[in-house]
């Protein structure tokens, strides 16, 4: 794992300031620690930054072929490079090294950017070609590894991270044609991000820019469509135990100490279960909580680790260290914070940084196998809503919506988001239902109510849905894959790399995606239970209750910690005079909500969390303040602590 940036001048007899491409490298050192190199070529210069994983003594970078005509910078781990290797050798090539960087060296030499098509692994990569002049950026086709550019009129920036092309003198600038697709999913499906100007290769595509050519992108994969759903499932629990196995044991590769991230729920359990019956010591084992009953599931987790024998550690974390590092972790993440469960992430990896320098994690299987409740309730929803809109009269709806309200909040809340409230069809029932905030909240909430008409909210994430074939459940599936795991990625990337480790995701194995992707949708849920196949290919490997426990999906009480002692951060940071006059939303409606929330009224703890988030960034990249000093006194003493 490591960090690489770039340099390209369109004018070719210009040449690359190495002060500038180092400042780029170097802004992002935790992600390589162990090293660092820069390549200056005239117009086009390379930077990279190295955590050792394989090859340790040997595997600097940037790195070139035998005549130094062709020159690389690579991020990530190819699992397959020691099977690709002898045909290389046999067609000439000599290694001077032991790396899978080398591998893909000569493997572009002999195929140029269909190499990638060859690789299995996660990667984000960049290789000047000189005998060419053209510049190859690669990502993988899940989009494990991230890789940003920019390009201006006068050159192309790229970069594993943002603040590095930033670092290049690249004026940050709020893309405020986002907030509408921000404040209903949490972050942006498409190749935007929050800086205009600054975009992310997608997943499964390449960009060559060339003197002769200039700027080209390629999809160089894509998800296979489901099979029919009535098509035979017999094996398919066997099948995919056996490719788990092989895909684990690929993983495994590292010439440093390896670990998993243990959260006690059915994927990390399984994928913990099947490392610890590949390796001969004991494997490590490293989990996050809270103190909060309704918040822990470290109990779970250290009954798995006493099942398999790992060696395990744990570690809580504090509502005050929660906020006392949420300023510093939003500089890594570059934008604003989706999810709040990346702060316990950087916790964790922050505890196995001390004993290990790569962790194996379960991300990706809900999305593979149909593990999200909201999967569930939207398939239901919809099977039942086609009938009852399409058949039940108006007037006896509206009996139906009258009685709903004289229900207690609880049950009232609960039939907000089922058919009798919610019309069929996916941009009502799998996203607007399920949005934080949803369509009519954003009309009152932005200043702006044109903004809303003007930016789907939705557009990417339906236009997945809508080019995907087979179930509604086929569909929802693989929508997530090509956005919201796209966002959960990049979260598990920044933060563990915050903490200078490195995140590898089995479950991705591109190989392995087309399997679990081709699977009729019963194969994955069966009335009420989700990941039925994933279950029945676990059942023998970790113990019943985790097989069969409900799912928590790592919940934080943002809420409670809001409505309490963390207060002070809803009134700087959402109705506060700097917050209020940015003029993206009407104080009125903030006000109103801060109200309901302080006062039990109601829950909007991830409301405010999103907003909170999105003032910390605006005052962080595009006011340059320092992080630790948006933090009250209390806070920032907690943090140093």
Request: proline share 5%.
């Amino acid at each position: 794992m490591c960090g690489i940036v770039g340099i390209v001048s369109i004018d070719q007899h210009e040449t690359v300031d190495a002060d500038r491409l180092r400042r780029m490298r170097d802004v992002i050192t935790y992600r390589g620690p162990d090293g660092a190199g820069l390549r200056v070529d005239g117009p086009v210069g390379l930077g990279h930054r190295r955590l050792a994983i394989v090859d340790v003594a040997s595997g600097h970078q940037p790195m070139s072929n035998e005549d130094e005509s062709v020159w690389i910078v690579f991020n990530g781990e190819i699992y397959n490079h020691a099977e690709l290797r002898p045909g290389l050798e046999a067609r000439g090539h000599v290694y001077r090294t032991r790396s899978d960087t080398e591998t893909i060296l000569h493997l572009y030499e002999e195929e140029g950017e269909r190499c990638v098509e060859r690789l299995r692994g996660m990667f984000a990569f960049a290789i000047w070609d000189r005998r060419q002049r053209s510049l190859l950026l690669a990502r993988d086709r899940m989009g494990i590894k991230p890789l940003y550019y920019a390009r201006t009129g006068d050159e192309l920036l790229f970069a594993s991270e943002i603040k590095a092309i930033l670092e290049a003198g690249v004026k940050p600038t709020f893309n405020d044609e986002a907030l509408p697709e921000f404040l209903a999913t949490r972050f942006l499906s498409s190749d935007e991000t929050f800086f205009r100007g600054i975009r992310k290769l997608m997943p499964g595509w390449t960009a060559t820019w060339s003197v002769a050519e200039g700027w080209r992108e390629r999809q160089y994969w894509q998800i296979p469509p489901p099979a029919s759903d009535d098509a035979p499932t017999t094996g398919r629990s066997e099948d995919l135990r056996e490719r788990l196995a092989q895909v684990v044991h690929s993983h495994l590769m590292s010439d440093v100490p390896l670990g998993v991230f243990l959260s006690g729920g059915l994927d990390s359990s399984g994928l913990a279960a099947i490392m610890a019956r590949q390796v001969k010591e004991p494997i490590r084992s490293f989990s996050v909580g809270f103190a909060e009953r309704e918040a822990n599931e470290l109990g779970y987790a250290r009954q798995v680790a006493d099942a398999i024998g790992s060696e395990h550690r744990e570690v809580v974390v504090s509502p005050d260290s929660f906020f006392g590092s949420l300023p510093r972790l939003i500089w890594h993440e570059d934008e604003p914070i989706a999810f709040t469960s990346s702060i316990p992430l950087y916790f964790v990896s922050q505890l196995a940084r001390d004993h290990v320098k790569v962790v194996l994690t379960g991300e990706g299987a809900d999305e593979l196998f149909a593990g999200y409740n909201r999967y569930r309730v939207t398939a239901w929803n919809e099977r039942l809503g086609r009938p009852y809109w399409g058949l039940t009269p108006a007037s006896l709806r509206g009996a139906v919506d009258r009685l709903t309200q004289r229900l207690p909040a609880r049950l009232r809340r609960y039939t907000k988001r089922t058919f009798v409230s919610v019309p069929p069809g996916a941009r009502s029932l799998f996203l607007d239902n399920f949005s934080v905030f949803s369509e009519r909240m954003q009309a009152t909430l932005l200043a702006n109510a044109g903004r809303l008409r003007e930016h789907d909210p939705y557009a990417e994430i339906l236009r997945r849905f809508n080019n995907a074939t087979g179930t509604m459940l086929d569909r929802m599936c693989r929508a997530d894959l090509q956005t919201y795991l796209v966002e959960l990625l990049m979260k598990q990337d920044q933060m563990s790399m915050a903490a200078s480790i490195e995140s590898r995701v089995p479950f991705l194995d591109h190989e392995l995606v087309e399997f679990a992707a081709a699977l009729p949708s019963r194969c994955k849920l069966r009335g009420w239970q989700t990941k039925v196949v994933l279950r029945q290919a676990l059942r023998t490997l970790i113990p019943e209750e985790i097989l069969t426990r409900r799912k928590m999906g790592f919940p934080v009480p943002i809420g409670r910690w809001l409505a309490r002692d963390h207060w002070p951060l809803v009134e700087e940071f959402v109705i506060g005079p700097r917050a209020r006059q940015r003029g993206w939303f009407n104080p009125i409606v903030l006000a109103r909500m801060a109200r309901e929330h302080r006062d039990g009224v109601a829950d909007h703890g991830d409301r405010l969390w999103l907003l909170i988030n999105l003032e910390m960034w605006q005052r962080i990249f595009l006011e340059h303040e320092d992080p630790m000093a948006l933090l009250t006194p209390a806070h920032r003493h907690m943090s140093a602590a």
